[in-house]
């Protein structure tokens, strides 16, 4: 059974920079971050397939987001550069409920944490 845990959010100035974690627990092989705003549906923002380290990322954050992770710490991390107000949401890791890690629709994710609420004021 996968569990999930987010942390490292906060409230930054525009043009900031945050580190999300996500710790994981049991086994998969790709992990996503998702966002969600009050009123709005969660959205992706990126995933990474973690045998290969292949990521993905949606046209919002592309060049300002990087999706790593640590195997020894069991961690997925977000660094967020470049944070702007629309970036303000509930941030979310989930796990891709079929492995092949090729989608950012939250439908195909489950396992979700908690969340961490990420801020961002101008």
Known sequence: ?????ESGGGSVQDGGTL???CVVSGFTECIGWFRQAPG????GVARIHIPSDSADYSAAVKGRFTISHDSAKKTVYLQMNSLKPEDSAMYYCGAERDGY???LRAVDYDHWGQGT???VSS
Request: glycine content about 0%.
């Open 1 to 5: 059974q996968v569990q999930l845990m």
């Open 40 to 43: 709005n549906e969660r959205q």
């Open 19 to 21: 580190r999300l974690s």
């Open 101 to 103: 890690c090729f989608s």
């Open 117 to 119: 609420q990420v801020t």
